[in-house]
């Protein structure tokens, strides 16, 4: 029933019309005829006048010279960006796909002349996925937009064809739950309630009445609590696929919307254990509004995918050692995994390519570093951390080691942010880092303050946050992440910005040479924790989570 009720949470927030987003709103509104649109306030160039780190002349470390000309002048990143997003492919946890892609990483770094690995920490579902299609056969013909979800069930080669059904209003009970699913036998269940309009948020705002726009957020906000009350008697999506499966169902009908029509989010879980797709806006209202009105719909699905059973999974770990202080670490951190829906281009492609395309940089400018520089190509990300969390569990020496590490994932968009986190002392260092790179490169940087708490998740830097090791978040521009690209279909090669790729990597592979030769350690002093208002004492450092490292041991 817990999980249940976090569904039901997720539902409502997927179905809530979102106007303005937390990670930067906008990039496509409801005006046509190439409206401009004003930046947003982070993407304004800073001066040496309202930041001091920014430099009025030219860098004069040599080091940073050559790393510079190599990354703008003879950068590689969109080339490889090409190679991994278009012909390898996205990269779920376990499947096929990320293997390969892991190869294509150790292979390429081999040839740069950089030792590379993977380092197995565990196992996950195996996954071979394919391709989805589907057809409305009844009231009417018409072909249907659908993704396979991640890890789903394939149909075997074959077509399956069934009715599509959803969940009565008399399941009002998990007693009425069970008596219902007997009923869905032979047929095709849709496991969450439609989207009344697939208009953009914004479209209703700008030309919508103020009558039409209540009426429309009441009635959809009604339909969505009425049928997620009923998939959580089903136990959620999880629990009904092991009904369905049991009572001869064919399969589940999903959707995940993302704020505009052509847009799913594109999920899945290993838990599901019958055929599950994806299905776009206007056809799954479609569907739903058939099968609500008792008007048959029946479809047709061929899925072409298989599952593979437990198979390891690891990181690829590439290491240029140190000359000086070998036992001493500078990381660059990404998460490689992705879901299913694209080619995971911006999640968390883009974090992969700017460290992959800074080792390449640093082994052509930098090729002999003070300390060892380490890159953490982590798996497992999107299933909680588990990747990187099994890393520092398993090289504590590192952890104690860290000098410094530099982590990215959020979108394509040029780093605008770096905070210290909680290490009180760490903004000097950071600022000592800036000032010494070209104004180019800088002046699109805010630089924070220490936080009050270790960052918790989100992203693989929280794993070695948590155990109090200097590892730094790289906050990017949005370019409408949230909606457009963060685990949906859409998040594809065409969405990378090439200028912001380069300037990013070569941004990174300037922080890890300087790391690698400041003559200082990078101080672990600690911010205080925030009080808890319930008691106005000092919260305690957190708990720092354990990796997950089988599937059969997560809920996810």
Request: with cysteine; hydrophobic share 35%; charged share 15%.
């Amino acid at each position: 029933m817990k999980r249940s009720l976090v569904l039901l949470a997720a539902m409502l927030v997927i179905a809530h019309p979102i106007i303005a987003q937390g990670r930067g709103g906008g990039g496509r509104g409801g005006r046509g005829g190439g409206a401009t649109v004003a930046p947003a306030n982070n993407s304004w160039p800073l001066t040496a006048d309202s930041a001091s780190y920014i430099r009025r002349t030219p860098p004069t470390d040599p080091g940073i010279q050559r790393i510079f000309a190599e990354g703008f002048q003879r950068s590689q990143v969109m080339k490889l960006a090409q190679q991994l997003l278009d012909s390898v492919g996205p990269r779920l946890t376990g499947s096929l796909g990320m293997e390969s892609a892991q190869r294509y990483l150790v292979h390429t770094y081999t040839s740069w002349g950089i030792p590379a690995r993977i380092e197995n920490y565990g196992t996950w579902a195996g996954w071979s996925g394919g391709t989805a299609h589907a057809d409305l056969l009844f009231p009417r013909l018409r072909s249907l937009e659908v993704h396979p979800m991640g890890w789903t069930e394939g149909t075997g080669g074959q077509w399956l064809e069934g009715d599509v059904v959803i969940i009565p209003e008399s399941v009002t009970s998990p007693e009425a739950f069970n008596a219902w699913i007997p009923s869905a036998r032979g047929k095709f269940v849709m496991v969450s309630a439609p989207r009344l309009s697939c208009r953009m948020p914004r479209q209703w705002q700008e030309f919508g009445s103020e009558e039409s726009r209540a009426a429309n957020q009441r009635d959809q906000a009604a339909l969505q609590q009425g049928y997620s009350s009923r998939m959580v008697y089903a136990n959620g999506p999880n629990g009904l696929s092991t009904r369905l499966q049991e009572a001869g169902g064919l399969g589940i009908l999903s959707f995940g919307w993302s704020n505009y029509p052509g847009i799913n989010k594109v999920f899945g879980s290993p838990r599901v254990v019958v055929p599950n797709v994806d299905v776009g806006c206007e056809d799954y209202g479609l569907l739903f509004r058939l099968a609500q009105n008792n008007q048959s719909p029946r479809i047709r699905l061929l899925v072409q995918a298989e599952r593979l059973g437990e198979r390891p999974v690891g990181n690829v770990i590439a290491r240029i050692n140190g000359t000086q202080l070998p036992n001493e670490y500078v990381l660059l951190s990404a998460h490689f995994d992705s879901f299913t829906g694209g080619s995971g281009a911006t999640d968390n492609g883009t974090g992969s390519l700017v460290m992959f395309e800074a080792m390449r940089i640093l082994k052509a400018a930098y090729p002999n570093p003070k300390r060892t520089i380490i890159a953490g190509h982590w798996n497992g990300e999107e299933q909680g951390l588990n990747g990187s969390r099994a890393f520092v569990e398993d090289h504590p020496e590192i952890v104690a080691g860290l000098q410094a590490g530099f982590n990215q994932d959020n979108g394509t968009g040029r780093v605008s942010s770096l905070s210290p986190g909680p290490f009180s002392n760490a903004r000097p260092a950071l600022e000592r880092y800036l000032s010494a790179m070209p104004s180019e490169v800088t002046q699109w940087i805010r630089l924070g303050n220490a936080s009050s708490s270790p960052a918790t998740g989100g992203s693989d830097h929280a794993s070695f946050q948590c155990l109090k090791a200097p590892a730094f978040g790289l906050g990017a521009l949005s370019w409408d992440y949230s909606s457009t690209t963060w685990h949906t279909m859409r998040d594809t090669y065409d969405k990378v910005v090439p200028e912001d790729l380069r300037n990013n990597a070569t941004l990174v592979a300037m922080l890890v040479y300087l790391a690698s030769e400041d003559p200082q350690k990078m101080p672990r002093d600690l911010a205080p924790m925030a009080n808890d208002p319930a008691t106005d004492q000092p919260r305690p450092w957190p708990t720092c989570a354990r990796s997950i490292r089988t599937s059969m041991q997560s809920n996810r």
